[in-house]
Each structure stands twice: as structure tokens, then as C-alpha cells.
């Protein structure tokens, strides 16, 4: 059956549901008390209405999983095309055996229809085929009975039972009809996508292009990550964690090296990253003190929507803009990043690909610790799971443990009563 459209235009997608989207707000700096913070969904809408759209190309089907179509695609020929059985057993004209279990129903059988190979065209009243799964139905039979609700004697079955029309075949258009839709605009391939598109000829499909999305990682304490750290030194790894996220959302990722806090060595490398990608990722630069770089420099050569997210803990993130490329700057450490990057940047790689969000994993598991509410704030807690029990993982800002330990989120809404210990809780899976 082809899929339905409305279900996948109108259906709750990625973290859609998970956010609680609310009402469309004003823009960023209106609706907090912070001129430079807004909420975590007006900061998905901010990526999202401002991500600048990826073209197109045209691919070899078989290398098109994980791509994002860009032409909606419709059932050229009936498919399977012809009617076929599904099981081996004899084709028969499913009358012939109305009175089957009153009296003896014996047919004659003519032949033998083999996968792809038939010398039997046509099946009248009286007559029987034997057939393998996959065979083509003669034109006249209906349904197929098994070998085992019958007698074979020679050339003559005898059918035990009535049998109605339809059973153990596939009629020609049951999968697809001619000019039906197959998979609509924006939809995500994968393998099993790219099964069906062989089955009715796409061989080759039209796709957005992936991203370019460059990175930036800022901070005069850091040093490769090769390197051997001296004293007040980390090594840099969010340049790492960022090209794996990008990496496995289609994106390709190109590493500017690091920036030692130095906003005019900034400056020219955003400037030349915004000629050579369509997006902009710098870790690191977006706290609160005389280092905030990434926004002084964002609102220079652009425009800076904000610098902040308000979900607790709070994680520090400016969105920007200079000219059509998006610039996003992440907090400094790697746990902080990853829960913007799978809260945030999921967003603008999505968007930019023309594809609506991704499915949210989500299980409902049962939790071992209270979790207490923010009056102002929604929380997301990073929680480890263990058989049907999630446990949350508290730590210290920066602690680049949390990030081996959680194997995903709970979102804990501002103003409720938290959780307490033995709910089942929503947690979004990492």
C-alpha cells in the first residue's frame, strides 16, 4: 500500500511532541525576561524558518539511503503487474468448487506454471494449473488451493473444500497502481525505501544535497587532541562529536581548526567558511564573560537572533545569520554540546535538507530518583537505562563522563510536579 501523505504532512514528528511546541511567539529577545534568551522551541522555529535550503542532484538509487528526496514519486505500471500466487499449490477457477463439500469437485490439471516461465495462458471452467509462489496466474483462475486441501491422482485433483476467489494470490495492482504515490517531497530514504524503488524502476532518484557544515572550535585552553595537555590545557573534542552528529545526519562536515579566543582571527575564518559552507557550527566562545566572542562576532559581519536558550541546566547558544548561512554557536563543553546538538542543530540539518523531523525514539521507562521541576524552565536530564529502569546521571558542569553514561533525556515541564520515584517517564533516546 502506498503511504499515506496526510499521515506524514500532519503526523507528530522528532521532538515536535517532546517539546510541547507552544504558540507562535514573537521573535527572539521579546518573549523572555532575558532580551537574549528564548525558549528551547522558539529556538527550533528561529533555526528552522531561517535554514537555507540545500539544492539538488540526481544519484543512483542504491546510494540514496539516508538522503532526502526532492520529487515526490509516483507508481508508474501497476505493480506487481500481473496477478500472482503467493504460495505453491494449483490455480483454479474458485467456482468450480462451490459444492465441494456436497460432492467430489475433480479438475483437470493441464499443466504447470513455473516463476517467470508459463506455457499456459488461459484457465477455463473444469481445469487446474499446479503453480509455484510467484507464478503467474493464467487469465481466468482467481485463487490458488494448496497441495494439501487436495487429492492428486494422475492428471486429476480432487478439491476437499470450497474455496473463494482471492485466496494465495496477489492481483496486479494490490501493491501500486498506476499513479499512485509512493513516497512524497522531503521524504527521509532508507534501506527498505530504496527495495521499493527498484521494485517499480526508480533507479535513479533526484535528492537534496547534504549540507556543508563547517566547524569552528574556540578556546585558549585547548590543543589537538593528539597533543599531550600541560597544565591548564584539554584536549579539543567537540570538533570530533560535531562531525560524528553531522556525519550521521547526512551533512559533511569540514574542520576549521581552533581559534584561540581571538575575534579577529574569528572573524576571517566565519568570513571564509560562510563562502565555502552552508551552515557555520563554533563551539566554544558563547559564555557570559569578556570571551563571548561568537556573538560580538556574528552581529558584526550579520545578524544574531540569540544568545541563549532557556532550559535548564541553561546551555549558552547563539543563533545568527551572515547573509544565507546560518551560524550557531555551542557551549564549550562536550555534554552541554551534544544536548544542543540533538536538540538545536537536528533542526537546522533537517531543515536545510527540506525534511520535515525526524521520529522521535522514544521509551517509556520507569525512573529510580525524583526529579524535581523548574518554576521558569523546562529541564532536560540525561538519564542511563538499565532493563525497563531509568536512572538520571548528575554531575558537574563539564564532566566529559556524562556524555558515556546517558543513553538519553527526560524532559521535565517548567511549573509541574516533576517526577517521583517508579513513574514511567518519556525519555527521548540519544
Not at 496477478?83 to 463439500?101: E, L, Y
Not at 494465495?168 to 534501506?191: A, S
Not at 532518484?205 to 566547524?215: D, F, L, S
Not at 538520571?392 to 558542569?397: D, H, L, N, R, S
Request: hydrophobic letters at 35%.
Amino acid at each position: 500500500m502506498p503511504i499515506p501523505w496526510t499521515m506524514y504532512q500532519t503526523g507528530t514528528r522528532w521532538a515536535d511532541q517532546f517539546l510541547l511546541a507552544k504558540p507562535e511567539k514573537q521573535l527572539a529577545g521579546e518573549s523572555s525576561s532575558d532580551p537574549g534568551t528564548v525558549p528551547l522551541d522558539e529556538a527550533v522555529r528561529i533555526v528552522r524558518s531561517i535554514a537555507y535550503k540545500t539544492g539538488t542532484e540526481t544519484i543512483p538509487t542504491d546510494e540514496a539511503d539516508g538522503r532526502t528526496l526532492s520529487e515526490s514519486i509516483y507508481a508508474l505500471n501497476d505493480i506487481p503487474g500481473f496477478d500472482r500466487a503467493t504460495m505453491d499449490g494449483f490455480a483454479i477457477i474458485s467456482s468450480d468448487t462451490a459444492d465441494a463439500t456436497s460432492r467430489s469437485c475433480i479438475l483437470t490439471l493441464i499443466g504447470s506454471v513455473r516463476k517467470g516461465l508459463s506455457s499456459i495462458s488461459h484457465l477455463y471452467p473444469g481445469q487446474a494449473v499446479s503453480i509455484q509462489t510467484g507464478g503467474k496466474l493464467p487469465e481466468g483462475a482467481d485463487t490458488v488451493v494448496l497441495a494439501d486441501d487436495c487429492v492428486v491422482q494422475g492428471d486429476r485433483i480432487t478439491v476437499k473444500n470450497p474455496v473463494p476467489p482471492g485466496c494465495n494470490i496477489i492481483r496486479r495492482d494490490e501493491d501500486f497502481r498506476k499513479g499512485d504515490p509512493v513516497y512524497p517531497t522531503g521524504w527521509i530514504l532508507r534501506p527498505q525505501d530504496i527495495a521499493v524503488l527498484a521494485s517499480i524502476g526508480r533507479i535513479r532518484v533526484k535528492v537534496r544535497k547534504k549540507p556543508v557544515i563547517g566547524i569552528i572550535s574556540t578556546g585558549r585552553e585547548l590543543v589537538p587532541s593528539e597533543s599531550i595537555p600541560k597544565s591548564g590545557e584539554v584536549r579539543e573534542v567537540n570538533s570530533y562529536l560535531v562531525t560524528a552528529f553531522c556525519k550521521r545526519q547526512g551533512a559533511i562536515p569540514v574542520r576549521y581548526g581552533i581559534i584561540r579566543d581571538d575575534a579577529e582571527e574569528l572573524t576571517n575564518l566565519i568570513e571564509q567558511a560562510s563562502q565555502e559552507c552552508d551552515a557555520i557550527i563554533v563551539s566554544g566562545g558563547s559564555s557570559r564573560d569578556e570571551h563571548d566572542i561568537t556573538a560580538q562576532v556574528i552581529h558584526k559581519l550579520g545578524k544574531v537572533y540569540t544568545e541563549g536558550i532557556s532550559f535548564a541546566p541553561e546551555k549558552r547558544t547563539t543563533i545568527g545569520q551572515i547573509d544565507s548561512v546560518l551560524v550557531i554557536g555551542l557551549p564549550g563543553h562536550p555534554s552541554a554540546t551534544f544536548m544542543v546538538l540533538t536538540l538545536v542543530v537536528i533542526h537546522l540539518l533537517q531543515a536545510m535538507k527540506g525534511s520535515p523531523n525526524q521520529p522521535v525514539y522514544r521509551k517509556f521507562i520507569r525512573l529510580t530518583d525524583n526529579l524535581h521541576a523548574s518554576r521558569e524552565s523546562d529541564r532536560y536530564i540525561r538519564v542511563t537505562i538499565t532493563d525497563d529502569q531509568a536512572t538520571p546521571v548528575f554531575g558537574k558542569a563539564g564532566l566529559i563522563h556524562m556524555l558515556s553514561q546517558s543513553d538519553g533525556i527526560v524532559k521535565i515541564p517548567a511549573g509541574s510536579k516533576g517526577f517521583s520515584i517508579g513513574d514511567r517517564v518519556e525519555v527521548m533516546i540519544w
